[in-house]
């Protein structure tokens, strides 16, 4: 719910004029005709869609609020997510990277997540080239509650970016497979997710011809690493020499980038280096692969899902305990999504599962970008909206429009268990359940909040 007095009518106007704005820039009617099958939003509501309403689907998806959902384009489109999505802003440029060795079933894996089959798959090395992108919602059944119980006349969820990525071979730091195209396609990501093949197949070959998710990930770590040391020896010369000045802020940072290298010279990921968080903003503009949190995905076998236990994947994996690691079965997942609801609910309690491992798979990325979810909750929506972790209230309106954070008056903020258990925001209110916050309030996972702002 946003604002109060004239607010709603100013925060139509500008999500009207952004739509507009973007509609402009982006849709020729000869691209737009290309899209001639597109869904709206579950809507009760008699008034014509505004293009801030509109997402766009390929004509054989349905939609269903609740479960993850690819939002497909390719790259003579990629324009066209300016439209849909402009309300996403302060999420959309995150990314999730599905990096591994060819022949893993990472593309499997990306189809599986992203309900399509964009992503080419055939038992040959570097079948996947241009790097294929699909969004999903977040799964979250605290958005499916909210709705049940106020019955809006949309809902919409959060979202996240996946990217099937080229598989890397050894020596791809010097160039080897498609070398320095497939480290520019993982730059460009936030986070990345590591694919080790546990699975046998002889139908498939594996690149080295053996099954080993240890030697696998060494490979992997290598390469991003060694990528990053010629990034860092580079920069260590030029700023070794613009020390010789003197200036102190320019020596400090030598010794910044020398701790970087030291580690990434041990065979560590730069992660791992000892850096407060002052010195790991200072040498941001190195654009590390191995800086990025990092998520392993072992892609397992129907049987091997039942039997092989996470610290059984670690320990082959050659993992530290404190590490990420999410069992999938990118085959099963796949199957999954040619199921009926009840199909699928029968498949999934055979195999010992409550849920779809997809659907972990995609709340653990997301809680590795440092995401969390707040709620805006009233008759016309139902809105599940993405904000990083420790986001003040002011910046979580802002994520809703800038004008919003601009004009911050308060917000009353109502948790999610408290706001379920009242039985909805009016009963909350008159159980003193809701608050009245400032702008110092950190915002917490699952507050349900109406903002008051002038602008």
């Not at 899209?35 to 939609?63: N, W």
């Not at 949190?293 to 236990?309: D, G, H, M």
């Not at 309690?349 to 970008?369: N, P, S, W």
């Not at 379920?420 to 349900?448: I, W």
Request: charged fraction near 30%; proline fraction near 4%.
């Amino acid at each position: 719910m946003l604002g109060d007095g004239g607010s709603e009518r100013v925060t139509q106007a500008g999500f009207q004029k952004e739509a507009k704005m973007s509609v402009k820039k982006c849709v020729a009617d000869s691209i737009f005709s290309e899209f001639s099958s597109f869904l709206i939003q579950p809507s009760t509501s008699d008034e014509p869609p505004s293009p801030s309403d509109m997402y766009f689907f390929s004509k054989e998806k349905t939609y269903d609020p609740y479960l993850p959902t690819v939002f497909e384009q390719d790259e003579k489109r990629r324009d066209l997510r300016m439209i849909p999505f402009f309300r996403y802003n302060a999420v959309m440029s995150l990314k999730i990277g599905i990096v591994g060795l060819p022949n893993v079933g990472k593309s499997t894996l990306f189809n599986a997540l992203t309900r399509s089959s964009m992503a080419a798959t055939a038992n040959f090395p570097f079948c996947t080239i241009d790097p294929n992108k699909g969004i999903v919602m977040v799964p979250d059944e605290r958005l499916k509650v909210l709705s049940d119980m106020i019955q809006p006349d949309k809902v919409t969820g959060a979202v996240i970016e996946f990217v099937d990525i080229a598989g890397l071979v050894k020596g791809a730091s010097v160039g080897e497979g498609l070398g320095n195209q497939f480290l520019s396609h993982i730059r460009e990501c936030d986070a990345i997710a590591l694919t080790l093949r546990f699975f046998e197949d002889s139908g498939i070959i594996h690149v080295h011809n053996v099954i080993d998710p240890k030697a696998d990930r060494e490979i992997l770590e290598a390469e991003l690493i060694l990528a990053d040391i010629g990034t860092v020896e580079k920069k260590l010369d030029k700023a070794r020499s613009e020390a010789k000045s003197g200036d102190k802020l320019k020596q400090k940072y030598v010794t910044i980038v020398e701790k970087i290298y030291t580690a990434l010279a041990e065979g560590k990921l730069a992660s791992e280096a000892k850096l407060d968080e002052k010195e790991k903003l200072e040498i941001k503009d190195l654009h590390l692969l191995t800086m990025k949190p990092f998520l392993y995905i072992a892609n397992v076998s129907e049987e091997q899902l039942k039997t092989l236990t996470e610290e059984i994947l670690k320990e082959k994996s050659g993992l530290q305990p404190s590490k990420d690691l999410i069992a999938v079965s990118a085959k099963v997942e796949a199957d999954l999504n040619t199921f009926s609801e009840e199909e699928a609910a029968q498949y999934l309690q055979e195999l010992g599962l409550k849920e779809k491992a997809l659907d972990h798979l995609i709340r653990a990325a997301y809680k590795l970008l440092g995401l969390e979810t707040f709620f805006t909750a009233g008759k016309k929506e139902v809105r599940a909206w993405t904000i990083q972790k420790g986001a003040l209230a002011p910046q979580a309106a802002g994520v809703i429009h800038t004008d919003f954070e601009k004009g911050f008056i308060r917000a009353e903020v109502t948790g999610y268990n408290d706001y379920v258990a009242a039985g909805g925001e009016l009963k909350a209110k008159e159980k003193g359940l809701t608050r009245q916050e400032g702008k110092a309030y950190q915002v917490k996972d699952g507050d349900v909040m109406f903002f008051k702002f002038n602008v």
